[in-house]
């Protein structure tokens, strides 16, 4: 059962720019609007880390490794969050997840859905 599907990643010059999409196609409008979404990445030998989570347009969050380079915005009637990735680097080389909470906060803590396949990311010469 696919929850949630993640795309847009792919291989990537240093300074270059992606754009990932996060999309709930099973779930309904009214819903998808009460949850917080956020964008993780795991690299391999590494923990999964939460980089950005967004519940509205002017309540996000960023880790200090990607603000000021990455943008988190959402789009609830189309059930969709983005992540724009801009000046990439190898060091954000990584398999990028999405995932819900209650609060920007439980993003960190307890996410509420099934972990999906990710996206790869992928950022080299």
């Known amino acids: 059962q696919v929850h949630l599907v993640e795309s847009g990643g792919g291989l990537v010059q240093p300074g270059g720019s992606l754009r990932l999409s996060c999309k709930f196609p099973?779930?309904?409008?009214?819903?998808?609007?009460?949850?917080?979404i956020g964008w993780y990445r795991q690299a391999p030998g590494k923990q999964r880390e939460l980089v950005a989570g967004?519940?509205?347009?002017?309540?996000?969050k960023y880790s200090d490794s990607v603000k000021g380079r990455f943008t988190i915005s959402r789009d609830n009637s189309r059930k969709t969050v983005w992540l724009q990735m801009n000046s990439l680097s190898p060091e954000d080389t990584a398999v990028y997840y999405c995932?819900?909470?209650?609060?920007?906060?439980?993003?960190?803590?307890?996410?509420?859905?099934?972990w999906g396949q990710g996206t790869q990311v992928t950022v080299s010469s």
């Open positions: 995932n819900r909470a209650r609060s920007l906060d439980d993003l960190g803590s307890q996410v509420l859905g099934s």
């Open positions: 099973r779930m309904i409008f009214s819903v998808f609007t009460q949850y917080a």
């Open positions: 967004i519940f509205s347009a002017d309540n996000t």
